[in-house]
């Protein structure tokens, strides 16, 4: 049962237009979420991250959006960037140990100069 | 700065040989986990700790040992190898429960 979904395994864009990338969630009790991005033979990295407090959360060209009732996050990017291209993976936690994340299957965007 | 760091980066085994794949961390985060990779998996959490001689399960246990002596080292261990935990392992650790975990760099396992 997978509880957090990345339905688009790919997503390619040109540079300097906008990236969208979707996460889907299933469990109720999620209250935190993460973005997280995979360059090859490396590890994830924290990318960005919103509590269900919020409904959007910004850094730099980054914004996330979180919509609660479709159980629903999207990842911003603009402008995209060719650095951009990478594996991208959603995350979610609830209760009281958000270490204990549970990941989508991730992206790959690729940016195209 | 080293952050967290594993060892070894590539290894292969035979099936039903056993193994330590090592974990260290110097940032004196309490939490540290293991997570596993696999093609359209996403990252799948094996074990985790909240702290020395505190260990759980994650969502994907079976056949993994894990024991938390220090802060600093979190090994994970397989008891005899199976063509099935071919995988891609990340170490991953954090100050508390509600901050973001770090990564190392992974280790890639193939059993044969």
């Known amino acids: 049962d997978q509880q957090v979904k990345q339905n688009s395994p790919s997503l390619s864009v040109q540079e300097g237009r906008i990236s969208i990338l979707n996460c889907d969630y299933t469990?109720?009790?999620?209250?935190?979420f993460l973005w997280y991005k995979k360059y090859p033979a490396e590890g994830p990295t924290f990318l960005i991250s919103?509590?269900?407090?919020?409904d959007k959360n910004e850094d730099g060209r980054f914004t996330v959006f979180l919509n609660k009732s479709a159980k629903h996050l999207s990842l911003h990017i603009v402008p995209s960037q060719p650095g951009d291209s990478a594996v991208y993976f959603c995350?979610?936690?609830?209760?009281?140990?958000?270490?204990?994340?549970?990941f989508g299957q991730g992206t790959i965007l690729t940016v195209h100069p | 700065n080293a952050g967290v760091t594993q060892t070894p980066k590539f290894q292969v085994l035979k099936t039903g040989q056993s193994m330590t794949l090592q974990c260290a961390q110097d940032?004196?985060?309490?939490?540290m986990s293991w997570y596993r990779q696999d093609p359209g998996m996403g990252l799948r959490l094996i074990h985790y700790?909240?702290?020395?001689?505190?260990?759980d399960q994650g969502e994907v246990p079976n056949g993994y040992n894990v024991s938390r002596s220090t802060t600093e080292d979190f090994p994970l261990r397989l008891l005899s190898a199976a063509p099935s935990q071919t995988s891609v392992y990340f170490c991953?650790?954090?100050?508390?429960?509600?901050?973001?975990?770090?990564f190392g760099n992974g280790t890639r396992l193939t059993v044969t």
């Open positions: 700790s909240v702290g020395a001689g505190i260990t």
């Open positions: 995350a979610a936690a609830g209760g009281t140990s958000y270490g204990k994340l549970t």
């Open positions: 940032m004196n985060h309490e939490y």
């Open positions: 469990n109720s009790m999620f209250d935190y």
């Open positions: 991953a650790s954090s100050t508390t429960g509600v901050s973001p975990l770090h």
């Open positions: 919103i509590s269900s407090i919020k």
